[in-house]
């Protein structure tokens, strides 16, 4: 099974895909009910956690709405885990 993978480094935070993850399931924009999580530390830096139980990952809308090309679809996962 594929799953989203994000490059921290190329986060900026801005949260769009958890807007876009919320309104997917549940045409809410709440953050707080997103799969997909930003977090910031005191420091400022960013944090991004996915759940495991992502459930649109032929074309996720997180992946969409993501301005700086963080987040991408890991289509071998299911393949590297079984090596
Ligand atoms: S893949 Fe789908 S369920 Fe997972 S974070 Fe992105 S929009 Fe949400
Ligand atoms: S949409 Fe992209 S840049 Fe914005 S918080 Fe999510 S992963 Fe980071």
Do not use: W
């Not at 989203?4 to 309104?23: F, H, P, Q, T």
Request: glycine residues 2%; negative net charge.
């Amino acid at each position: 099974m594929p799953r989203i993978e994000v490059d921290i480094n190329k986060c900026v935070g801005c949260r769009s895909c958890e807007l876009a993850c919320s309104y997917h399931h549940r045409k809410l924009f709440l953050p707080e009910i997103s799969s997909i999580q930003v977090h910031f530390d005191y420091q400022y830096n960013v944090n991004v956690l996915i759940s495991d139980s992502c459930d649109c990952l032929e074309d996720p809308p997180c992946l969409a709405v993501c301005p700086t090309k963080a987040i991408r679809l890991d289509l071998d996962y299911h393949n590297l885990n079984k090596l």
